[in-house]
């Protein structure tokens, strides 16, 4: 073990010599010397002896620092110095050495480690208690980076070195502290990341960038917790259930904000054909007008009305004002991913660090969509890993309310939940009783409310024959491989794959469905703790092969809410794995994990965004119509709006419409006025009988005055497929009954003969 120590002592030695020989490269750089031979150097103005010096540096620095530290390597090689110390001094020449690369500075690469190293030598025997615990510090160091880059005007990757410091000697000053009646390390660290709350895009623009609060919380607040509070268990407790139920959600979800496009500017992006699925069902039930019956949200009751109208009705009936709503509860998800995690695990301080990890990995946010899938998920997680059926009442709620946001992951998770029932062999008929029990009666309250809205008939009819039906319209190419596995088709080099943001998504799901595969024809004898665990990680698996299901649809990459919290979980197992080949694996995974995550892309985008204020771009901007106040949207559906509307004012009365046949519903909502059809997509009737009936709509309405057609090339289609070639029938009919009248912009308008 003493061998070991020695070795891993000096690679950390050696990495912080060649971290030294790098950021010396500044000091080899000159003008070449008066009398220097000429050559290719000296032309382009470099002293030709610059390369050579430098190489030798990064071969003698590393091996004359190296000897020059071993002394001190030996003292903390010793049997009687912590663990942590000298983890803490070779995790700082790793630190470095990403420092270094981006930034050549010798009196940083010198000093960080050095401050790191001289603490791990005074307090080389001293018990810091570093535990599982310690993962708190990942919100901790958040918020210490978001803070110092309010305060400091320097670069981004100094103030994360500053910011890892400066929390890592806040945990270690609050270890003499009360040594034997403090709090443990961890609790004390309980209020500080509630500083990430005070930096979220819901504050004003001064408040979320004053770095003082934050600060306070972040270094003084472990100090006085540790010092004025008694530890007890009944004090541990107290704490555990606050960070557990109240401190690590808010901090994952006040990260995610804070971090956000829409906190950098101001408002939320708006778009033209996307808003409209959601926007105009709830516009429409303001008028008056039935879901299912009058306007069908597409995707599900919850999804394309209900959020909407709820945001209406209690504020402004504004573009903005819709989807800032939508982003506060679309943001959750955040939360969700943390509560499966904590759920699969009974580990808060795994949940936490999941969320971190799949923001790093660009898989933390979602739609409202995902929200209730990735809860109810969790639900049926805690109900395998307790073995406690009583949990499956809970899902079986959740599934229906997954049903009613959003059709396919209703399905998902359905799927899920008999699954789930078919795990609990020695209760599998409470276990199917529970949830059936809590989905029946969801259910029957869903359509009693439904039915006493007078739409129950209508959601069942549409549901199963109008948007399950869709599905043909749609669908897209079997596979369409990313550019980065297109390059490499060979096996097993496609796994380099892995390592690409945009492809590793699409290796991760045969990996993970191979472990469900061998997961579930396993046969190894498991004591029933590790088996309740192996079943909330297996459950969460399959939901991720179910998912794929959304690929084959829509070529969506779903599984992607569930890789996180895989991930880490994987990790966390094999940590404690009694065998020790799969306990040596696991620090490779970690660095796999954090390899496909990008950190420095992450902290300089997040940098970029703190210091943002307004739209990081030119090409999208407010516009003064009233429905569109509050959002940002682009150049190009500026000029459609502005074009519909100048035609609209001129040639309709207030209680007069128009027929769109160009994919662009959200001009209804914009510019006020009734959407005749049920349907905002020409992909949603495409059926002869869906035409006959939009045909027989427009023909009884004699408010239609005008109808919207796409212009030659077509720029509104969907998948490519021109409107005329979906809706033919529409199309002969708008021909006969309309006459071209106007054109501006690419906009097409025939007034009605």
Sequence with gaps: MTARRDLILRIGAAIWGFAIAISLLPFWLGPPPPGQLPGFATSMGL????????????ILIPLLWTFALRPILNILARDDTRAWARNAFTSSPIGILWFVIITRSVAWVLIAPAIVLVISLAMRKVDARFTRHDLILLPVLATMYLALLDLLPRSVEQVLLLSALVVFLVRIAIVPIRRETGLPPGPCFALAPLGLVLQSSFNAYDVRHSPWGPLALAVL????????????????????????????????????????????????????????????????MLRGEKPYRDIIPAHGFVQDALVDYAAFRTGSVTLGRALKFRGVISATIIIAHYALVTAATGSPELGIASTFLAMLLGTAGGSIRVLPAIATLALI?????????????????????????????????M???????????????????????????????????????????????????????????????????PAALQRISNVPEVLSALLDKSAWLYVFWPVMMLLVVVALTSRTPLTPRRRAHREAFLIIAIYGVITAISYAERHHLLWLFVAAPLITIAIFRMFRSRNPITRSLAPALVILAVM????????????????????????????????????????????????VQRYAAS??????????????????????????????????YESADRQRDVIRRIEQNPHIRFALMPSEPDNTTVDGVPSRVRAPLVYAYLIERFTPDYEEGGVNFWRRK
């Design 651 to 684: 040639h309709l009365q207030p209680n007069e419409t128009w027929f769109d046949f160009t994919n662009r519903g959200n001009l209804y909502f914009l510019l006020d006025r009734d959407c005749p059809m049920r349907q905002l997509e020409v992909a949603f």
């Design 47 to 58: 002293d030709a002896r610059a390369p050579l010096r430098f190489v030798l540096g990064l």
């Design 381 to 413: 997680a805690c109900a395998l890993r307790r073995r406690d059926p009583r949990w499956l009442a809970a899902a079986g709620v959740g599934v229906v309310v997954c049903v009613l946001t959003s059709l396919d992951h209703g399905a998902y998770t």
């Design 221 to 284: 607040s472990p100090l006085l917790l540790r010092a004025l509070i008694r530890d007890s268990l009944t004090m541990r407790a107290r704490f555990r259930a606050a960070l557990r139920y109240v401190i690590y959600p808010l901090a994952a979800y006040a990260y995610l904000s804070a971090t956000s496009q829409l906190a950098a500017e101001g408002m939320p992006r708006a778009d033209l054909f996307e808003d409209q699925q959601h926007v105009v069902p709830a516009a429409e």
């Design 596 to 643: 496909i995550g990008q950190p420095t892309a992450h902290i300089a985008i997040v940098g970029s965004l703190r210091h943002a204020h307004g739209p990081l771009d030119s090409d999208v901007r407010e516009l003064a119509l009233p429905r569109a106040r509050g959002a940002l949207s682009k150049s190009s559906d500026a000029a459609v709006i502005d074009v």
């Design 415 to 481: 799927i899920a939940l008999l699954i789930a029932v078919l795990r609990f062999p020695a209760d599998r008929k409470r276990a199917f009783v529970s949830a059936a029990i809590g989905g029946g009666a969801a259910a029957i309250v869903a359509l009693a409310a439904m039915a006493i809205d007078g739409i129950a008939v209508d959601f069942v009819r549409v549901t199963i024959f109008e948007i399950a039906s869709l599905g043909p319209v749609y669908t897209l190419t079997v596979f369409d491989a």
